[in-house]
């Protein structure tokens, strides 16, 4: 496996439909290609068995992402030549004991505020990072995450408010730091970049491991993103 270097351009894929982690990335200089796994997360998680530590989960459910965008991206014309990342990333709420996701609905939502509100969660997000070299991956580098969220207690009207506007249904936990639900955080204890969906430091160091300075993927700065 060779350095990557400005010049041998690195294109990013990001395996993920989130919005917050492609905006993160945009903010941080890098401009990435999107694809959708559409993993069936049900599934790996039930494949890993009973009693796996929350860690784990996201962090196999991370990887599972990563390889199949790796599979298809290794399979594309455009992707045959040259030096191409994967990041996958999955994010889930461990609070009271138990690990949660999206909740998908208002009901699940507003049951899952009645634990948070006035309480603390640890946000974890499992990152992978797969580096493909003439569409055979040659690298591979993954682990996770974890920040201490500390819920305020929204007033009754406002979480209503904020369960109708149907941002929080579709994100782990019930919750965005970077959007109305910002509100009723107070306050952080580690890397807010990973509460947002993508710790910046983390994949830096992931991507240091499968040889690919973040320079190269800066756009307009030697990445061909």
């Not at 351009?9 to 990435?32: K, M, N, T, Y």
């Not at 962090?59 to 191409?84: M, P, S």
């Not at 889930?92 to 939502?109: F, Q």
């Amino acid at each position: 496996m060779t350095s990557a270097s400005p010049a041998h351009p690195v294109r990013l894929v990001l395996a993920s439909r989130s919005p917050a982690r492609l905006a993160l990335l945009r903010a941080a200089g890098v401009d990435p290609i999107v694809r959708v796994s559409d993993v069936d997360e049900d599934a790996v998680v039930t494949s890993l068995g009973p009693g796996v530590a929350h860690t784990v989960v996201v962090t196999e459910l991370a990887t599972a992402k990563a390889e199949v965008i790796a599979d298809a991206v290794a399979a594309e014309t455009e992707f045959a030549v040259g030096t191409v990342v994967i990041v996958g990333c999955d994010s889930m709420l461990s609070i009271g004991g138990s690990l949660v996701g999206k909740p998908h609905d208002v009901d699940t939502a507003r049951n899952r505020w009645s634990v948070m509100a006035g309480s603390a969660g640890e946000l974890l997000t499992g990152h992978c990072v797969l580096r493909l070299d003439d569409g055979r991956i040659t690298a591979r580098a993954a682990r996770h995450s974890g920040t201490v969220v500390r819920f305020g207690t929204p007033d009754p009207d406002d979480l209503e408010a904020y369960l109708a506007s149907g941002e929080p249904l579709s994100v782990a936990g019930a919750f965005t730091l970077d959007g109305l639900g910002g509100w009723f955080v107070d306050g952080i204890d580690g890397d807010p970049s990973s509460v947002v969906g993508l710790g910046l430091p983390l994949v830096r160091r992931l991507l240091a491991e499968v040889n690919v300075g973040i320079s190269t993927l800066w756009a307009g700065r030697g990445g061909d993103t």
